[in-house]
C-alpha cells in the first residue's frame, strides 16, 4: 500500500507555518508528483479568523483577515499542471472545537461553499469536498451538521465526492495542549464498533469516503480498528481510504516527522484491512524535502526506497 | 510600518542557543542591515549565572560563570562595522521571576551599568540602555526599580535613551511552562489603561521609549491596546516603538516561527496606531537564513518581499 | 577533558527519529571520528515493541515488529571501519517505568543476551555491555536486577566489561511529559551519598564502570555531586565515566542542542573531579554537522575548536 494522496495543512492550527511562497509551493508538488502523489487535500479553507482565499462573506460577516495570496487557486493550478485532483476542505470557526456547536459552522459553510463553488468550481481539477469537521465520538448534532454539510456540497458540484477522516478515541487522542503522551481512558473496539454504527447511519448518501487517522491507537492494536472501520464502511456504501500520520504522536515535540517503520507498519495494517487508497496528514512538513523539519528529508528517502522496493516486486509476480 | 530593529537573545532563557562564533555574527549583521535593520538591543548582558561579557562584579560577588567569548564587544564593533545603534540590556538574576523581589536585580545592576559603561561606553555604537525588567501589571516595587535604574543609567552615561518592553497582560500571557496556549482570565482593555496609567506615571523622565510586546492578546484586539498604549505614552511623555514577535505563540512547540501574514498584520495594527518604530524579538531565531529553524528563512524572504513592495508604493506617492 | 564515546539512540524514545540508512550512519561515524569518537555505545537493542535488530525472542514472545534493517549489525560493521568500540546495550520493555517490576525485563534479558551474543559475540568491535535499566535511587529490586544482569552478559562473553548511566534525582529529573523544567523537591548530596554507598555495594563485581547523566543539577552544583560519585565508585572499585549530555534541560523545546559553553562547564567538572572518560547522550542528533536540529552544527564546530585549543596546550606543556 502506497500514499497517494495528502492534506495541505496551510492555516495554522497546530503545526507552524513554514511561509512558503508561490515557487516553494511549486517545488513541492514536484516532490509530491515524485513520490506517488495523484490527490491533494485542503485541510480547511479557512480557521478562526484566518483564511487560505479572500473569501467575501468570511471577511463581511466573522471579521476574517484577507490573505495576502489565494492559495485556493494556487493549489487548484499547480494540481491541474501535475495531473492532480483536489479537494477543497471546508471552514473551521473554532466554534465546535470550543463549545461543540456545530450549526455556527453549518450555517456559515453553505455560504463558503457557495462563493467557493463560484470561484473555483470551473477549475478542472476541483474533484470533491473535504468535510473538516472531524469527529470521533456519536454525537447527534455532529452526524446530522455532516450529512447536511455533505448534502449541500453534493448538491452545488453536481454530486462531487466528500469525504471525512475521523479520529479514533484511542490512548493517544489528546490535544496539542497536554503534556501527556497517552491517557489513561480510551475508547474499547466494541464501543467504537457501536458508535460508528451509528454515525455511519447518520451520514451515508451524504458522505462518500472515510480516510480515519491512525495514530491514535497503539501500533498493534491498529489493524482491528482498520478492520472494523472497513466492515461498517462497506455495510453503508463508503468507500475505505487511510489516514496515514507521518508525524510521531509518542515523542515530547508536537510534531515531528514519524520513524519509517512505524509509517510501514500503519500502511501494512491498512493493506491488510483492505483500504482501498492511503493519504497522509501531511507530506509537506513531514515528507517533504524542503521542510522546516530536517528529518522530513531522510523519510521522504525512506519511502522512495520503500516504493522502488514494493513496485519492483509488484512487477516481478 | 516596517521592522528596524532586533534583539538579540544570546543568553538562553527559553529560546535554545544557537551556539554561533564571530563569523555567523558577522553574517547574521549583514543579513540584519538587509533587512533594513538600524538598532540592535541586548536582551540582558547575563541571566541567572550566565554572562555575555566577563563582568568582574558578577563572577566575583554572584558567582556566574565566565563567557568563552565577550558578546558585548562583538555586537558593538558589529553595531560599528555596519552602522548600527546597540543598546545594553541590563542584568537579570531571576529573583524577580522566581520570588518579586526587584531590589536584589536593583543593586546588582548599579555596579554591573558601572562596570558595562567603563568597558563600552567610548563605543560609538553604545546608544542607549533596555532596561530589561519585563513589566506587565501595576506593581509599585517594579515601577519604582524601573524608575530608579533608568535616572542611574542615564546619569552614567550622559543622558542616553533608555528603553523598557513590557508585556499585556492578556489571554497568551502564559509561561513557557505552560502546557496551555491560552488561559481563560485576562486583563480588560479598561484595566490594562488604568494601571499603565499609573505605571507611566512613575518612570515618567527615567524612561524614554516604551515597546510594548505584541503578541499576548488576540490578533484582533491588538490595535486597541496598541492605541491606548500610544495615548498613554504620549500623556507622559515616552516615545512609543512596537515590539513585533516574531515567532508564534499559538503552537504547542514553544517557540517557532510565525506566519508572514500574522506578522503583516501586527504591523499594520502599530502603524495605525501611530507607533514610530518597529522592533522584533528576534530576528536571529525567527527570521534569518541561518537560524536553525528552517521556516525563518522563508520569512525572511516573504518580509523582504512586503518591504520591497511597500517601499516602491512609497515611492509612487 | 575531551568527548571519546558516544550513546547511538536509534530506537525512538523521547527523541524523534532521523530516519538515517546505511548512507547517512556512515558519514555520521565519519562525523564523530573527526571529532576524537572512539567508543559507541547502543542505548537500548530494544523498547518496547522496537527493535534494532530482529531478535527472534523479542518477536515470538513479545510480538515486537521486526525493524526493516539490523542496526546492530550496521554499527559493529561500522564501528570496525572507523576503530571504535561497541557497547550492546539490553532490551527495555517498558515495564520498569510503567510499573517500577524489574523481573520482567530480567528474564527477557537473558535470552536477548544470550541471542545477540550469539549473532554479534564473534564482531571484534562488540567490546562490552550497556545495561540499559537507568535508576537514580536506592531500589533494593533494581540493584539485584542490576548486578544480576550484569554478571549474566560478563558470564556470556569471558568478562567483557559492563556499564550504567544512571540520573541523579536533581531538580531536573523530570519526564518528557512534565510541563515545568524544575522541581521543587530533588535529593540532597548527602542523602544522594548515602543511597549510592547502598546501590554501588549491592552491584560491584557485576558492574565495571558507570557513567552518572550530568544534567539533572544545577550547574552550579554539578561539580560536587561528581565527587561524590567518584568518591563513591572508587570506594567500589567501579571505573567513573561522565555522561556529558550534549542537550539543553531548561528550555521549552524539549530537547535541542546545549549552549557549548554549558558543555565545556560540565565537562571542566568532571576532569576536575577525577572522571576517566567523557562519553556524551548523544552525537547524532545534538552534535552532528548532519542533525535535523541545524544548531548541532554550529555545537559541532564550537566543540572542534574547544578540542583543538585542548590539544595544542597539552602539546605545549
Redo the contacts between chains.
Keep these: 500500500m502506497l500514499i497517494t494522496g495528502t492534506f495541505l495543512d496551510e492555516i ?1 492550527h ?8 508561490p515557487q ?1 509551493w511549486d517545488q513541492d508538488f514536484q516532490y509530491m508528483k515524485a513520490a506517488g502523489i495523484d490527490t491533494v487535500i485542503l485541510i480547511r479553507c479557512g480557521y478562526r ?2 483564511l487560505t482565499f479572500p473569501c467575501r462573506y468570511l471577511m463581511q460577516q466573522h ?1 476574517c ?1 484577507p ?2 495570496l489565494d492559495l485556493v487557486d494556487l493549489f487548484l493550478c499547480l494540481s491541474e499542471k501535475y495531473d492532480m485532483n483536489f479537494f477543497f476542505g471546508l471552514y473551521d470557526s473554532g466554534a465546535w472545537w470550543d463549545s461543540g456547536n456545530a450549526s455556527e459552522d453549518l450555517s456559515a459553510n453553505k455560504f463558503v461553499c457557495e462563493e467557493a463553488w463560484q470561484r473555483y468550481g470551473h477549475y478542472p481539477a476541483f474533484k470533491g469536498w473535504y468535510l473538516s469537521m472531524e469527529i470521533s465520538r456519536r454525537t447527534r448534532e455532529a452526524t446530522d451538521a455532516i450529512a447536511e454539510m455533505g448534502n449541500h456540497c453534493k448538491q452545488l458540484s453536481n454530486n462531487l465526492p466528500t469525504f471525512i477522516s475521523p479520529w479514533i478515541d484511542g490512548k493517544k487522542a489528546l490535544s ?6 497517552k491517557k489513561h481512558e480510551s475508547i474499547s473496539l466494541k464501543q467504537h464498533e457501536e458508535e460508528w454504527n451509528e454515525i455511519f447511519d447518520g451520514i451515508k448518501n451524504a458522505v462518500d469516503i472515510v480516510a480515519f487517522q491512525d495514530g491514535h491507537v497503539e ?2 492494536e491498529l489493524y482491528d480498528y482498520l478492520t472494523v472501520n472497513k466492515q461498517l464502511a462497506d455495510k453503508y456504501g463508503l468507500r475505505s481510504w487511510t489516514n496515514c500520520e507521518s508525524f ?1 504522536r ?13 509509517m ?2 500503519k500502511l501494512e495494517a491498512a493493506e491488510k484491512a483492505g483500504c482501498e487508497k492511503a493519504i497522509t496528514f501531511e507530506f509537506s512538513h513531514f515528507m517533504s524535502p524542503q ?5 522530513a528529508r ?2 521522504y ?2 519511502y522512495l ?1 520503500y516504493k522502488k522496493q514494493k513496485t519492483e516486486s509488484v512487477l516481478k509476480t
Tied chains: 1, 2, 3.
Design positions: 495554522s497546530d503545526i507552524p507555518h513554514q511561509n512558503w511562497g516553494e479568523k484566518q471579521g483577515f490573505p495576502s496539542m495542549q497536554d503534556g501527556i503522551i501500533y498493534h510521531d509518542d515523542m515530547p515535540i508536537k510534531f515531528l516527522p514519524i520513524k519509517f517503520d512505524l510501514k507498519l521542510s522546516m523539519y530536517g528529518s531522510h523519510l528517502n525512506r526506497e
